[in-house]
């Protein structure tokens, strides 16, 4: 009986320690789960945010972020920043049409309903567009409200390519990541060998044709990129609407070519006698920025502005930038929106 009991104690002894050394085995295995299951990605900002290893889930802080994760990864979004036009409606899938809107985190009509972006839970919020003053602070004070990982993303003109990579680092996908990237670093290699002789190029908008996009503002940096010159300097303003000029100053540029938004503003600015004193109209050198989804001046200003390089340039300096655009059109919109064109859609969106 004695050495029953004996045994029995001993028993009880070693499963004690058993016990007490295995607690802290099991809790180091729980924190080696949830390091494995997270990673640090350092943003454009330099923030260091922790996100999951597998994205599922995304949602864009903006409309510059909604048009590169729709054309990146249209099956992750769990949202949009605001709803896709009539005439941009064609070029998405009825999944897109239907997701719910979160509207817009920053600029003049900033509306970010927060409660939406929680509801839809996604794994992280990209902000994309450029570098402004307090930015950091602002996604910061978003991501602790939220309580969801932010993340920015250059979208510089001279950064867009690196764009698709930093997405893939984020979302995963790299191959197709890459695919993109290298058609905009090729249209860019184009492009800096075939700048040529300086030509004056203006961009307007606004009722009257009178709102100048600056020089080096991004709404308009594709004029010195293909190697043609902003005929307008202006003050650079946040926001797409540019800054609005008086017609001597226009008149006193006297631009090679006139660009407008749309081609209702071309028709009002070709029969208004003011206008007539100008060069480019009586060259008739007028023209309006194709659109179609998105605008390809840069309304917004996202990857819609390589096929905008080319047109341009094509427009421009023709017998450089010797384009056929029909099947540059094609081939882009095939590649980023996932769409064939018809030949009908492709005139009609050049204007022919």
Known sequence: MKKSK????????????FTACSKPSEKKTEQTETKEETRVFKDDLGREVTLKQKIDRVAPSGNSAQVMLHIFVPNKLVGV?????????????????????????????????MEAVINAKPDVIIDMGEKKKGIEEDLNKLQE????PVVFIEL?????????????EVLGNKERGKELSEYI????????????????????????????NAKGSIHADIIEFIGAQNAITVEKVQGGTGNEIPFEKLSEAN???????????VDQIKVE???????????NKVFYAPIGPYNFFGRPPAVNRVIGMKWLGNL????????????????FYKLFYNYELKDDEVKNILGK
């Open 273 to 283: 006698e003011t206008f007539k004193t100008l060069k480019a109209v009586k060259e």
């Open 185 to 212: 670093k090729k249209t860019y290699k184009e492009i800096e060998e075939n700048k040529a002789k300086i030509k004056k190029v203006y961009y307007g908008g606004g009722k009257t044709g009178l709102n100048a």
């Open 156 to 168: 510089t003109l001279e950064k867009l390519p690196e764009a698709f990579d930093r997405l893939a």
């Open 81 to 113: 920043a605001s709803k896709f036009s009539k005439g941009t409606e064609k070029y998405v899938s009825d999944q897109l049409k239907n997701l719910p809107e979160f509207g817009v985190f920053y600029g003049k009509k900033a509306n970010l309903n």
């Open 255 to 265: 631009p090679d070519l006139l660009i407008f938004e749309s081609k209702e503003l």
């Open 316 to 331: 421009v300096y023709p017998e450089i930038y010797n384009y056929d655009m029909e099947k540059e059109v094609k081939e």
């Open 6 to 17: 004996r045994i029995l104690a001993l028993c009880l002894t070693f499963g004690l320690l």
């Open 145 to 148: 409200q939220l309580k969801i």
